[in-house]
């Protein structure tokens, strides 16, 4: 199987009629509306389902699934995450990326130090920040751009510029 992207967690069940209440952790929640088939993933249990119709209530999508038609068909799905194939993912603008293509890359300086790997990327309210690991050496960067100079994915490399006040 390809790489996947996961864009959805399937919460509870929504409705007598099979539907699934699912949280969104997509940028992109149009692309619900486009979906034709998914992968649900919890643990080593992975399947494949076709998609009948989706709506939204809330902050959620509701999903009815071919073949689940009950309470208790979709009672089954909770907990199991939504992916597709990572070719499937909506194309980003130029300088954009996927979290999932950015983690696991090593970040220097503009001096060409090395800080650490990139292991995760917190979003928040006004900037993202890069969380930058080297053994037990943690580094928090804020995602802007007087400090992230350059991404490059083809290389594994991240440059930064400390700012100031960054780094003890």
């Known amino acids: 199987m390809s790489e996947m992207i ?22 992109f929640p149009d692309r619900f509306f ?18 009948e119709n ?21 009672e089954r799905l909770g907990g199991y995450f939504v992916k597709i194939p990572a070719e499937e993912a909506v194309e980003l603008p130029e300088g954009h ?3 999932h293509d950015m983690l696991g890359l090593q970040v220097y300086t503009d ?3 090395y800080l650490g790997q990139l292991e995760d990327i917190l979003t928040t309210g006004s900037n993202d920040v890069y969380i930058v690991k080297q053994g037990k ?8 751009y007087d400090v ?11 440059t930064v510029h400390l700012i100031e006040g960054l780094v003890d």
């Open 6 to 27: 996961t864009i959805g967690k399937i919460s509870k069940h929504h409705s007598k009629f099979g539907e699934v209440k699912c949280l969104i952790l997509s940028d």
């Open 34 to 51: 486009e979906l034709e088939r998914v992968f649900l993933e919890k643990g080593e249990d992975i399947r494949r389902l076709h998609v």
């Open 54 to 74: 989706v709506k939204f209530h809330k902050n959620f999508a509701v999903i009815k699934f071919q073949d689940v038609d009950s309470v208790k068909d979709a």
């Open 97 to 99: 990326y996927f979290i």
């Open 111 to 113: 001096t060409d130090e």
């Open 137 to 144: 050496k943690e580094i928090m960067l804020p995602a802007i």
């Open 148 to 158: 992230v100079k350059d991404i490059d994915l083809d290389n594994g490399r991240i």
